[in-house]
């Protein structure tokens, strides 16, 4: 049995206080997890803590990414979802200043990574809810800072060629790209890293560095304009469900990978039958995560100037970009993204059953 750490008890024994695992309000009730985590807009005080699973469960003591830095740039930032264990935002942070050593840009153009007290999102994610989880656009950091309204409405840059099925473009796709998603697959905290079954297929077929990592990088749909990190539970983390073992070789030649390319993941859904009742879809509530959870939801906040990461060193403030727009082609992107403008986002379809990942 793992112990029961600090942090578990505390918000165990603050929740028993203030009955909000006891006796949930009937606001928590009526309200779905997705509706109550979304409405708040800062972390709780607390130790950093990842409870539950990447996929059910909520965080403790979260910290933001400063949204600008020496070698990264939060994106959308109106989703206020750049908040993380430390651990990831640490990461994160390392990971940017490698990727520009790599070539990649001035750095990393960071999306999504958790809510500030995680927990499933309104939209986009079925995941990303423990702090753990982090979208890394195919976009590098341009030379230029993007200001505030340009974070919002660039586009995407897909990697797939649109005019085929599941294949990279050779006119987007560089040795570059390959480099960065194998770093990020290269450090030992990081458990997977998600991209599309194409990407996958076109690493088997090129890489030549430590074939080993590329057991971490799993086929799964979407992610051709973003790929996604995920990290293990931390040390001592006593609360955060582990997820299974990535394979020790390239999986490569699996038939997990070769499923891919089948029809069946892309088939359309069977028509409903037309005399059967239809199933109402069963929403997330509040009682199906970890109880910790309710203690975290109601804690008191810490503001976001003392919740905000510091430990990048210079650029690790909070303060924005400059807010005037910058014309398109000051930006840089256009030399970036292999001289094209990022394009519409992917079309890739999304059919109902989806493997282990």
């Known amino acids: 049995m793992r112990p029961i750490s600090k942090t578990i008890l505390g918000l165990a024994a603050a929740a028993l206080f203030c009955g909000a695992i006891s006796e949930p309000t009937f606001a928590q009730e009526e309200r779905t997890a997705k509706q109550l985590f979304g409405s708040v807009k800062l972390p709780n005080r607390g130790d950093a803590e990842p409870l539950g699973f990447y996929a059910k469960g909520c965080q403790s003591g979260a910290v933001a990414l400063p949204t600008d830095g020496p070698t990264w740039q939060a994106m959308r930032l109106s989703r ?45 994610h079925a995941s990303h809810q423990i702090g753990l989880d982090a979208d890394i656009w195919f976009t590098p950091k341009p030379q230029r800072p993007l200001s505030p309204a340009q974070r919002e409405d660039i586009p995407f840059t897909s990697m797939l060629d649109k005019s085929k099925f599941l294949t990279v473009d050779s006119r987007r796709w560089s040795p570059t790209h390959a480099r960065l998603v194998m770093q990020a697959a290269s450090y030992p905290q990081v458990q997977r890293v998600f991209v599309n079954p194409a990407i996958k297929k076109k690493l088997c077929e090129t890489w030549t560095g430590d074939r080993s990592l ?144």
Request: net charge positive; proline share 14%.
């Open 80 to 124: 206020n979802r750049r908040w993380g264990n430390p651990a990831m935002i640490s990461l994160l942070e390392q990971f940017s200043r490698d990727a520009a050593g790599l070539g990649w840009g001035t750095g990393i153009l960071v999306g999504d990574i958790s809510m500030p007290r995680g927990g499933p999102m309104p939209s986009g």
């Open 214 to 357: 590329l057991g971490k990088v799993r086929p799964v749909y979407g992610h051709d304009e973003h790929f996604h990190i995920r990290m293990n539970c931390p040390p001592g983390a006593a609360g955060c469900e582990r997820q299974a073992s990535t394979p020790s070789t390239d999986d490569c030649n699996s038939k997990s990978l070769a499923w891919w390319f089948t029809k069946e993941p892309w088939a359309p859904p069977k028509p409903a039958d037309p005399n059967k009742k239809p199933v109402k879809p069963r929403q997330v509530m509040l009682s199906n995560l970890p109880k910790a959870c309710a203690a975290v939801l109601s804690a008191p906040s810490r503001s976001e100037q003392d919740a905000t990461f510091q430990g990048g060193g210079q650029g690790s403030g909070m303060a924005y970009s400059p807010s005037v727009p910058l014309p398109a082609e000051a930006t840089g992107l256009d030399t970036m993204t292999g001289g094209e403008m990022p394009g519409p986002g992917s079309n890739v379809p999304l059919p109902s059953p989806r493997p282990s990942r």
